[in-house]
Structure formats: structure tokens, C-alpha cells
């Protein structure tokens, strides 16, 4: 599997934790889908480390961080938040939770501007090259057999 970023946690993260907090994070995605009418290719696009282009695949982005507590609403990095996401993780090693504190910390340094949403998309991609960088990996066995939301199914 590729190395665990922030998407991972929004998009396939629900196959790692309880029906309750599956339920919700499924509700999140679809508001904030809804919210920006963002295309099932952008989607995919996004969970395959694939920043999003449109206005309103860097918006949903935004919001799904947001919601999150990755980001705060005005579109700055919220290292904490990311790091309580990081802790909710079951079964992760301590050296990848170590590893993803750091990268919570490196990506809370980034320049951003204005637009909340492009700087979501700096975030992200700053979350996708720190976390190669470290060589964080995530649980091989979960990304094809349990079945998430909008995840690729694996043969």
C-alpha cells in the first residue's frame, strides 16, 4: 500500500474503525460531496494522491479536513487535529504514529494564503511528500479486504 496521508484517514480510514465512527465519517464525506458537487473521478483521483484541480475538488478537500479538525474553517493547518486523527488510528505502530506526528508538525509550518481551499490542497500535498519522505506505511492486510467508501476494490 502506498504511504498512509491524510485522505487515507477521510477515504478508507472508515475500514479501520467501529460501526459508529464509520457511520459518521460515511455522513461527513457525503455532505461535504454534496456541499461541492465534486465528480466521482475527482474523488478518486484525491485517494489515489491525486490533488484535486477543480475549484470544488480543492473545496471538498477543505471541508473533509475540516471536519476532520485537520484544518481549521478559515483553511489553516491544525498539527493537533491531525495528530488526534493519528491516535484514533487502531493497531497503528508507534513508530508511524511518531513518524505521522512529525509530518503533522512539518506540514503545520507550510506557507498558505487566503483560499482556504487551495490551502488545502498545499496541505495535502505536503501531508502525501512528508509521509513517502518517512516511509510511513499502513496495514497492507485492511486496504483490500474490508470493504470502505470509494476505496479501490483490490483482486
Known sequence: MNSITIMVFALFYIGFVSADVQDEL??????????FNVSED??????????PSSHEGKCYLHCIFSRMDVMTEEGKMNAEGMKGVVREIPNIKESDLKKLEKVADKCSEVS????????????????????DQLGVKGPEENWCTQQTYRRPVCD
Open 112 to 131: 498558505l494564503g487566503e483560499d482556504r481551499c487551495e490551502n488545502a490542497v498545499t496541505i495535502y500535498n505536503c501531508i502525501n511528500t512528508e509521509s
Open 42 to 51: 475527482e474523488i478518486k483521483g484525491i485517494t489515489l494522491k491525486q490533488p
Open 26 to 35: 460515511r455522513s461527513q464525506l457525503e455532505e461535504c460531496k454534496s456541499s
